[in-house]
């Protein structure tokens, strides 16, 4: 079986990207295009790891992973912010709403699929 992989980015292109480097590893991807779509969608279904972006209509991704921590179901599953912001103040906000790690956009794909593989063991 697969793992799935919640995709949540509010640019198609950055979704078709992300969405096209895991597949083609064997993941099962969701796409979401902000941090509402992507709770609801969350609700039909399970994900091994969720990439979100940090910037993005509705609800941004620190209030999304706040979100999704507050979920029992949801609670250790690892998450990636994928951004292109990398200022130290963006990061440690993201750590403390319970982010596992950060890239920075724009990402190689061999870069996104190393880190999905260190998180998924």
Do not use: C
Not at 45 to 57: G, Y
Not at 65 to 82: C, G, N, S, V
Request: no cysteine; charged share 25%; hydrophobic share 40%.
């Amino acid at each position: 079986m697969s793992k799935k992989i919640m995709t949540v980015d509010d640019s198609a292109s950055v979704r078709q990207m992300v969405s096209f480097t895991l597949k083609g590893e064997g993941y099962a991807v969701i796409e979401a295009v902000d941090g509402q779509d992507a709770l609801l969608k969350l609700k039909g279904s399970n994900a091994d790891l969720i990439i979100t972006d940090l910037n993005m209509p509705n609800m941004d991704g620190i209030e999304l992973i706040q979100k999704i921590r507050a979920h029992p179901d949801y609670k250790f599953t690892p998450i990636i912010m994928l951004t292109t912001e990398s200022q130290d103040s963006k990061k440690k906000a993201g750590r403390a709403a319970g982010a596992t790690g950060w890239i920075v956009k724009p990402f190689q794909p061999e870069q996104l699929l190393a880190v999905t593989r260190k998180v998924l063991g």
